[in-house]
């Protein structure tokens, strides 16, 4: 609405707090209700985040991975701690400490934001000193093993100028049923003419609570690629914020989602235009089955000084099941002239001319559906520029798709 | 354009057109403020039945418990304690027009309505103030059976059909603005047309407001009944005062089956008014219900007009210009709900900000479950003139039922391309020219769908809104 943008997370920020200042709030806070404009259609009434105990150190679950992945850097974290498994030479790849820029872009916005402030042990911090290049992505793997446990991360990532990067970060549960709650905060700071490959997969159990504030500020010339997967929880948000704040920074977005059962999931997306010249991307594309549903919604804000900026957002909902929904509630605030901002939304079943024509070429309804979905994909898929994420992206979407 | 032409919209002058006003002469006038005494004072003095005042007692209580709106414009600065919620203008209604006071048609004809009149068209209702004051319906139509009355002639001789539908369309607890407009209604347009019966013409009602601090809370009601077609245009323009001025119409629509209604609305209220309105429609099947919506004047226009599709095979269609300058907040859009099956709805928008003003679209679309074969399409398009200017868009898309169901939604926001005024000046515009012949083209789809007299009027007022757009 209106004001949408001064109550996303850039809004109510106060970082600095200090994790006693963050408990009070935690305390004092009410849960979110659907009353808020950003909880409007994600009722999570049903969750007492209280219930899930924050554990004591324990072994650190490595379920098995969804990406085939040759590392520079690989760490393992869960409910109990943080292991680097190895990391690269001249990189800091190291469990995160104190830092003076922790809390600076995701700091106390609600309840839950001031809880992982007030709460989080466990996190990775990567700094990648000026300059320098990797060939090969550092990965961390962050999963929760403990049941009816709580599961607080923090990722902080420092791209230095002219650097360039990839960092993977996959959300996964130790088993299938666990029941489980994951709240996590991702600060990603890409330096001048730096590059940032960020990949971010979640595949939690369906019956895990997911709850995360990822946000990026981009400086001058620099660009940062995202690719953001969500195949599994049970019911949560996703906010996703990119700063552009250097003239010449360009942000691009890639979202795919399958989500089926009675899962529910919710991207927040905002895109921030704060310089001249700025390009941001975002193309969020899921398909729902059974009662599933996905709310997505997204805002670009050009602010009066970000002449020249081009931004895109698009959200495309394929509907499985007569009972999957979806809402999609795009945004634009345009406060300089000299710009091109578009967005797109679109939701719609598997079309029947498609598969009438498929079904008159001698594919049966099931294969004939099945290929309409990977064709719905494919874009999204296009767009993945590191093999090893396109793969397991397209696998997590192949292995979701009805079968024949 | 040609250079004449602009000669002539220059003429008209840079100082708001309409922002005449004429001296006060009224025969009742309630006090500031609103209480339940000025309440039972407004219904009392209308010779209101029971049942009405007590609808706007218990209204009353609605306005009073619900917060002002946290989102859209900034409505926190409205003194709703220092506003006239009743005034009534003359004693009796004329019946023609030269029995109408002096004042009162100097008014009208600054603003061309005896022009319009000798445009054949089907009716006049134009209102003075609170209460339609005048009021002229064709023979024919009479004869047909269309009731075309001001409201409050309506409740007083119809009041079976208006008990009938008033606030089933919009609930008197629908908004804070409508339980407003419950508690203090005057005037406003009651219209029924009769199965059948296809009205050729436009009918059309002036609105104006009057009195420093009024406020006008207009209430309408349109029955179209089965296989029957109205186009009901309404206008707006209002003189310039100094305090903000309040206007918080409702208007209720039914479109029965095979039925087709469309309302045309040119807002220009003067740039001190807020104008916060609640519209709705319900189409029952195979009908066809239109909003032509343009907003040009006031300080801020918070209005979405919504369409119910409630019967199978229903269509709706919301056309929306909103046009912002200097100081105003155009907060416009629309909204479609589809209840029924095979239903289908589009919405187009077309916004223009200008000198530091913020225009936009607000909108919804729903399909409920069971509303199987939804076609659906929105489509918002804004244009950004100047550095300070600002443009929002905020579509809500919620899907409840998959089968069939197609929905649609683009947006862009961007500024005149720099190749169109380059092409229209070595074609021999001026910069001036050229930028106002892209608006108009910009709007033209919607344009296209006014009667004559109101596209030309239109076009005008861009043409006037463009003035010294180029430095």
């Given at each position: 609405?209106?004001?949408?943008?001064?109550?996303?997370?850039?809004?109510?920020?106060?970082?600095?707090?200090?994790?006693?200042?963050?408990?009070?709030?935690?305390?004092?806070?009410?849960?979110?209700?659907?009353?808020?404009?950003?909880?409007?259609?994600?009722?999570?009434?049903?969750?007492?985040p209280?219930?899930?105990a924050?554990?004591e150190?324990?072994?650190?679950?490595?379920?098995?991975?969804?990406?085939?992945?040759?590392?520079?850097?690989?760490?393992f974290?869960g409910?109990?701690?943080?292991?680097?498994?190895?990391?690269?030479?001249?990189?800091?790849?190291?469990?995160?400490?104190?830092?003076?820029?922790l809390?600076s872009?995701?700091?106390?916005s609600?309840?839950?934001?001031?809880?992982?402030?007030?709460?989080?042990?466990?996190?990775?911090?990567?700094?990648?000193?000026?300059?320098?290049?990797?060939?090969?992505?550092?990965?961390?793997?962050?999963?929760?093993?403990?049941?009816?446990?709580?599961?607080?991360?923090?990722?902080?990532?420092?791209a230095?100028?002219?650097?360039?990067?990839?960092?993977i970060?996959?959300?996964?549960?130790?088993?299938?049923?666990?029941?489980?709650?994951?709240?996590?905060?991702?600060?990603?700071?890409?330096?001048?003419?730096?590059?940032?490959?960020?990949?971010?997969i979640?595949?939690?159990?369906?019956?895990?609570?997911?709850?995360?504030?990822?946000?990026?500020?981009?400086?001058?010339?620099?660009?940062l690629?995202?690719?953001?997967?969500?195949?599994?929880s049970?019911?949560?948000?996703?906010?996703?914020?990119?700063?552009?704040?250097?003239?010449?920074?360009?942000?691009?977005?890639?979202?795919?989602?399958?989500?089926?059962?009675?899962?529910?999931?919710?991207?927040?997306?905002?895109?921030?235009?704060?310089?001249?010249?700025?390009?941001?991307?975002?193309?969020?594309?899921?398909?729902?089955?059974?009662?599933?549903?996905?709310?997505?919604?997204?805002?670009?804000?050009?602010?009066?000084?970000?002449?020249?900026?081009?931004?895109?957002?698009?959200?495309?909902?394929?509907?499985?099941?007569?009972?999957?929904?979806?809402?999609s509630?795009?945004?634009?605030?345009?406060?300089?002239?000299?710009?091109?901002?578009?967005?797109?939304?679109?939701?719609?079943?598997?079309?029947?001319?498609?598969?009438?024509?498929?079904?008159?070429?001698?594919?049966?309804?099931g294969?004939?559906?099945?290929?309409?979905?990977?064709?719905?994909?494919?874009?999204?898929?296009?767009?993945?520029?590191?093999?090893?994420?396109?793969?397991?992206?397209?696998?997590?979407?192949?292995?979701?798709?009805?079968?024949? | 354009?040609?250079?004449t032409?602009?000669?002539?919209?220059?003429?008209?002058?840079?100082?708001?057109?309409y922002?005449?006003h004429?001296?006060?002469?009224y025969?009742?006038?309630?006090?500031?403020?609103?209480?339940p005494e000025?309440?039972?004072?407004?219904?009392?003095?209308?010779?209101?039945?029971?049942?009405?005042?007590?609808t706007?007692?218990?209204?009353l209580?609605?306005?009073?418990?619900?917060?002002?709106?946290?989102?859209?414009?900034?409505?926190?600065?409205?003194?709703?304690?220092?506003?006239?919620?009743?005034?009534?203008?003359?004693?009796?209604?004329?019946?023609?027009w030269?029995d109408?006071?002096?004042?009162?048609?100097?008014?009208?004809?600054?603003?061309?309505?005896?022009?319009?009149?000798?445009?054949?068209?089907?009716?006049?209702?134009?209102?003075?103030?609170?209460?339609?004051?005048?009021?002229?319906?064709?023979?024919?139509?009479?004869?047909?059976?269309?009731?075309?009355?001001?409201?409050?002639?309506?409740?007083?001789?119809?009041?079976?059909i208006?008990?009938?539908?008033?606030?089933?369309?919009?609930?008197?607890?629908?908004?804070?603005?409508?339980?407003?407009?419950?508690?203090?209604?005057?005037?406003?347009s009651?219209?029924?047309?009769?199965?059948?019966?296809?009205?050729?013409?436009?009918?059309?009602?002036?609105?104006?407001?009057?009195?420093e601090?009024?406020?006008?809370?207009?209430?309408?009601?349109?029955?179209?009944?089965?296989?029957?077609?109205?186009?009901?245009?309404?206008?707006?323009?209002?003189?310039?005062?100094?305090?903000?001025?309040?206007?918080?119409?409702?208007?209720?629509?039914?479109?029965?089956?095979?039925?087709r209604?469309?309302?045309?609305?040119?807002?220009?209220?003067s740039?001190?008014?807020?104008?916060?309105?609640?519209?709705?429609?319900?189409?029952?099947?195979?009908?066809?219900?239109?909003?032509?919506?343009?907003?040009?004047?006031?300080?801020?226009?918070?209005?979405?007009p919504a369409?119910?599709?409630?019967?199978?095979?229903?269509?709706?269609?919301?056309?929306?210009?909103?046009?912002?300058?200097?100081?105003?907040?155009?907060?416009?859009?629309?909204?479609?709900?589809?209840?029924?099956?095979n239903?289908?709805?589009?919405?187009?928008?077309?916004?223009?900000?200008?000198?530091?003003?913020?225009?936009?679209?607000?909108?919804?679309?729903?399909?409920?479950?069971?509303?199987?074969?939804?076609?659906?399409?929105?489509?918002?398009?804004?244009?950004?003139?100047?550095?300070?200017s600002?443009?929002?868009?905020?579509?809500?898309?919620?899907?409840?039922?998959?089968?069939?169901v197609?929905?649609?939604?683009?947006?862009?926001?961007?500024?005149?391309?720099?190749?169109?005024?380059?092409?229209?000046?070595?074609?021999?515009?001026?910069?001036?020219?050229?930028?106002?012949?892209?608006?108009?083209?910009?709007?033209e789809?919607?344009?296209?769908?006014?009667?004559?007299?109101?596209?030309?009027?239109?076009?005008r007022?861009?043409?006037?809104?463009?003035?010294?757009?180029?430095?």
């Amino acid at each position: 609405m209106a004001n949408a943008s001064t109550d996303t997370i850039a809004g109510k920020t106060r970082a600095g707090l200090s994790r006693e200042e963050a408990l009070t709030q935690y305390h004092t806070l009410e849960l979110p209700s659907p009353s808020e404009e950003h909880w409007r259609f994600t009722d999570i009434s049903g969750f007492d985040p209280d219930a899930y105990a924050v554990a004591e150190a324990a072994e650190v679950a490595r379920p098995d991975s969804m990406l085939d992945l040759d590392t520079a850097g690989t760490a393992f974290a869960g409910e109990g701690g943080i292991e680097i498994v190895s990391a690269p030479d001249g990189v800091t790849f190291e469990p995160l400490q104190d830092h003076e820029l922790l809390g600076s872009l995701v700091g106390v916005s609600d309840k839950l934001s001031a809880q992982n402030a007030a709460l989080w042990r466990n996190g990775l911090l990567v700094r990648v000193p000026k300059g320098v290049e990797l060939d090969k992505p550092l990965y961390a793997r962050v999963s929760n093993s403990a049941s009816g446990g709580a599961l607080f991360w923090r990722l902080l990532v420092i791209a230095e100028e002219l650097s360039r990067i990839t960092v993977i970060e996959e959300y996964a549960s130790d088993s299938p049923a666990l029941a489980g709650y994951t709240n996590a905060a991702v600060e990603l700071f890409v330096g001048a003419a730096a590059k940032l490959e960020y990949v971010s997969i979640q595949n939690l159990s369906t019956e895990t609570w997911h709850f995360a504030s990822h946000r990026a500020r981009v400086d001058r010339d620099a660009e940062l690629d995202w690719v953001a997967g969500g195949f599994g929880s049970r019911k949560g948000k996703v906010w996703i914020q990119n700063d552009l704040v250097g003239s010449g920074a360009t942000s691009r977005v890639t979202g795919a989602y399958f989500a089926d059962g009675s899962q529910h999931l919710d991207y927040d997306t905002f895109q921030r235009h704060d310089a001249r010249n700025t390009t941001s991307d975002f193309a969020f594309k899921g398909a729902l089955r059974d009662t599933a549903r996905a709310v997505w919604r997204g805002m670009i804000r050009v602010e009066p000084d970000a002449q020249r900026t081009n931004a895109y957002q698009e959200n495309r909902n394929l509907l499985l099941s007569k009972r999957a929904g979806a809402d999609s509630i795009p945004g634009l605030e345009i406060m300089a002239n000299d710009v091109r901002c578009t967005h797109g939304a679109t939701n719609s079943p598997v079309d029947r001319d498609e598969l009438f024509y498929c079904m008159s070429r001698g594919l049966t309804r099931g294969e004939a559906e099945r290929l309409i979905v990977r064709g719905f994909f494919q874009d999204i898929l296009d767009r993945i520029e590191f093999p090893p994420v396109r793969a397991a992206v397209a696998q997590a979407l192949e292995a979701r798709i009805p079968k024949a | 354009m040609s250079t004449t032409e602009t000669e002539v919209v220059a003429e008209i002058g840079a100082d708001y057109k309409y922002g005449f006003h004429d001296p006060e002469n009224y025969v009742f006038k309630s006090r500031r403020g609103l209480s339940p005494e000025i309440v039972r004072e407004i219904s009392a003095h209308k010779n209101e039945p029971e049942w009405m005042r007590d609808t706007r007692l218990k209204a009353l209580q609605y306005f009073e418990a619900r917060p002002l709106p946290d989102w859209g414009g900034n409505v926190a600065e409205i003194d709703f304690d220092s506003i006239y919620y009743y005034i009534k203008p003359t004693e009796k209604q004329a019946s023609s027009w030269e029995d109408l006071p002096a004042d009162i048609k100097n008014t009208w004809d600054r603003l061309g309505i005896p022009e319009a009149e000798k445009n054949f068209l089907a009716g006049v209702g134009a209102q003075y103030e609170s209460e339609v004051v005048y009021h002229q319906l064709k023979d024919e139509l009479e004869s047909q059976g269309v009731l075309f009355l001001d409201m409050d002639s309506g409740l007083r001789e119809h009041e079976d059909i208006v008990r009938e539908y008033f606030g089933t369309v919009i609930p008197p607890n629908d908004n804070k603005f409508a339980a407003l407009n419950t508690a203090v209604w005057s005037g406003g347009s009651f219209i029924y047309v009769p199965p059948g019966v296809s009205i050729e013409m436009p009918l059309q009602a002036y609105f104006r407001i009057n009195a420093e601090n009024m406020g006008q809370f207009e209430r309408t009601l349109i029955i179209v009944d089965e296989d029957a077609y109205v186009h009901y245009v309404e206008g707006c323009t209002a003189p310039i005062y100094s305090t903000d001025s309040l206007h918080s119409a409702v208007v209720e629509i039914i479109v029965k089956p095979r039925g087709r209604c469309r309302y045309t609305t040119i807002q220009n209220w003067s740039t001190n008014v807020y104008n916060l309105v609640t519209k709705r429609a319900v189409a029952y099947e195979d009908a066809t219900m239109e909003w032509v919506d343009g907003n040009l004047g006031s300080k801020l226009t918070m209005k979405y007009p919504a369409i119910w599709l409630m019967g199978e095979r229903a269509h709706g269609e919301v056309l929306s210009i909103a046009f912002a300058g200097n100081g105003q907040h155009q907060d416009a859009g629309g909204k479609c709900v589809h209840v029924a099956p095979n239903t289908s709805s589009v919405i187009t928008s077309k916004s223009i900000s200008k000198d530091g003003g913020r225009g936009g679209y607000r909108g919804l679309l729903e399909v409920a479950k069971g509303a199987t074969g939804v076609k659906s399409k929105v489509v918002c398009d804004a244009l950004l003139l100047d550095e300070e200017s600002r443009s929002d868009t905020y579509p809500y898309v919620r899907v409840d039922e998959n089968e069939g169901v197609s929905t649609e939604h683009e947006a862009t926001v961007s500024k005149i391309g720099e190749e169109q005024i380059f092409y229209l000046m070595s074609r021999g515009l001026s910069e001036e020219e050229a930028s106002a012949m892209v608006v108009s083209g910009f709007v033209e789809p919607i344009v296209k769908e006014l009667p004559l007299e109101y596209a030309v009027e239109l076009n005008r007022l861009i043409q006037l809104q463009m003035e010294g757009s180029v430095g």
